[in-house]
């Protein structure tokens, strides 16, 4: 029996603690994640300093750094995350997501 590919999203969010954009950017993906998604993602979110290895594997060279994990393939956009039709369109997650004014795409 073959085993099933994992269909669930999978995101690591890079960031730099205490920084304004990396702040936003967590609350920006969480509030996507939530309504878009109800949740179904698994989120993890890496501070560079505490795990800089981990960001010298993904090549993050700035923060904040969003990588779509999986599915396949990898895809990653920099910056606090607030175009949330941009971010729709790089994680492929489809048409519908609210904008951050309130406005639906």
Do not use: K
């Amino acid at each position: 029996m073959s085993a099933r590919p994992e269909r669930r999203l999978h995101l690591r969010l890079y960031v730099h603690p205490g920084r304004a954009h990396s702040s936003a950017a967590i609350d920006n993906i969480e509030s996507i994640c939530g309504d878009r998604l109800g949740g179904d993602v698994e989120l993890e979110v890496i501070d560079v300093f505490a795990d800089p290895q981990a960001a010298e594997r993904d090549r993050v060279l700035a923060t904040p750094t969003l990588i779509r994990v999986r599915p396949e393939p990898s895809r990653r956009i920099v910056g606090d995350l607030g175009d949330r039709e941009l971010v729709a369109r790089v994680l492929d997650l489809g048409p519908g997501i609210e904008s951050s004014t309130g406005e639906m795409s």
